[in-house]
């Protein structure tokens, strides 16, 4: 099994920049890394988005909402994936979860929230 755990979300005002951080342990064999890795995230009241996505190669796509202002990231000898936010904007207010394929599993994280107020 392999356990992601997020980190790096909370209260940030209109403009921050806070960079999410998704860290993958557990039953990760030596040498290996994730596959895919992925950022989504869910709006109250609204469906699960996919914000961004990183191949294990270093390939990126984005969100058309979030590109230009979003950066997906990974460190392989980590396992951890990043997502630095910039221009946060009050629409960007959700719960933000990482995924990673692993060995033909899908493996989800419990998300960490991001509240864009002033």
């Known amino acids: 099994q392999v356990q992601l755990v997020e980190s790096g979300g909370g209260l940030v005002q209109p403009g921050g920049s806070p960079r999410l951080s998704c860290a993958a342990s557990?039953?990760?064999?030596?040498?290996?890394?994730?596959?895919?890795m992925a950022w989504f995230r869910q709006a109250p009241g609204k469906q699960r988005e996919l914000v961004a996505t990183?191949?294990?190669?270093?390939?990126?796509n984005y969100a058309d909402s979030v590109k230009g202002r979003f950066t997906i990231s990974r460190d392989n000898a980590k396992n951890t994936v990043y997502l630095q936010m910039n221009s946060l904007k009050p629409e960007d207010t959700a719960v933000y979860c990482c995924?990673?394929?692993?060995?033909?599993?899908?493996?989800w994280g419990q998300g960490t929230q991001v509240t864009v107020s002033s």
């Open positions: 990183i191949t294990s190669a270093g390939s990126t």
């Open positions: 557990g039953t990760i064999f030596p040498r290996d890394t994730m596959d895919s």
């Open positions: 995924n990673a394929d692993y060995r033909r599993r899908t493996y």
